[in-house]
C-alpha cells in the first residue's frame, strides 16, 4: 500500500492506495462507490482481474474514508482526488495511457474532474449513478456532452439508479463519444436474482469489458 497526496481547498492531505505494475501499456485507476472503500471485494476483484491481463492498476480511497466518515464529502474534494491520483499513476509509468474507472460514485466524480479539465484517455463507470434510487426527476448529467474522450456505461438492466432506462438511454445520447454495454438482470452492484456469486467474482466479470474498452 503506499499514499497519495491529494491538495484540498481546505489543506493538503493523505490517501491510502494500492499501485500494479503491468507490462501492457495501460493504466487504470479505480474509485470505489459512496458507501464503500478501495478494499472492497468487488474492487478488489476488479482491479487484481485487470492485472492478470497485464494492466497497471491504482486503486484509491477518497479523503472522506481516509478521515473515517461513511457520507462523501464536497464533490471539490473527490475531483481534487482524482487529479492527484492521475499524477501519480503518470509519474510512475509516464508512457502509459491513463483510463479512469470507477464504481458509481467514483465513477461520477471522475466524470466531473474530466469535464474540468482532466486529461485521461477514457472513462469507463461501473454503474453510473444517473440519478439517486426513485428520483429521475434529479439527473446527474449537466457535464457528460463536455467530455470529449471515450466514455464506457457498464450498467446492469434493473439497476434502480438508471430507471426508467429511456432517461438513462437519452443521456448516453448526449454525450459525444459513449457507448453502453449492458449485463442482463444486473442491480446496481451488478447482483443478478437467482445467482450467488461473491462480489469480488462479479467486479472479475467486468475487467475484460473494460480491458476490451481500452484497446478500442
Given at each position: ?66 478521515q473515517g ?90 439497476d434502480?439508479f ?36 461473491p ?18
Amino acid at each position: 500500500m503506499t499514499t497519495i497526496q491529494v491538495d484540498l481547498p481546505t489543506g493538503p492531505t493523505v490517501v491510502s492506495a494500492d499501485w500494479f505494475s503491468g507490462g501492457n501499456g495501460v493504466t487504470v485507476l479505480v474509485a470505489h462507490g459512496a458507501g464503500t472503500g478501495k478494499d472492497h471485494p468487488f474492487l478488489t476483484g476488479f482491479t487484481e482481474a485487470l492485472g492478470g491481463l497485464g494492466f497497471s492498476t491504482l486503486r484509491f480511497n477518497f479523503p472522506y474514508v481516509e478521515q473515517g466518515r461513511k457520507m462523501p464529502g464536497p464533490a471539490a474534494h473527490a475531483m481534487s482526488t482524482w487529479r492527484a491520483a492521475v499524477a501519480f499513476a503518470r509519474a510512475q509509468e509516464p508512457g502509459n495511457s491513463v483510463w479512469a474507472t470507477g464504481k458509481s460514485y467514483g465513477g461520477r466524480m471522475a466524470s466531473m474532474a474530466v469535464a474540468d479539465g482532466l486529461v485521461v484517455d477514457g472513462l469507463a463507470y461501473l454503474g453510473y449513478p444517473l440519478h439517486p434510487p426513485g428520483r429521475p426527476e434529479k439527473p446527474r448529467v449537466e457535464h457528460l456532452p463536455a467530455i470529449a474522450v471515450p466514455q464506457l456505461f457498464v450498467e446492469g438492466t434493473n439497476d434502480p439508479f438508471i430507471q426508467p432506462i429511456s432517461q438513462f438511454e437519452e443521456a448516453v445520447a448526449s454525450c459525444q463519444d459513449a457507448r453502453v454495454v449492458w449485463i442482463e438482470g444486473g442491480g446496481h452492484t451488478f447482483e443478478v436474482k437467482g445467482q450467488k456469486r461473491p462480489a469480488s467474482e462479479i467486479g472479475a466479470s467486468l475487467a475484460p469489458i473494460v480491458a476490451e474498452f481500452t484497446r478500442r
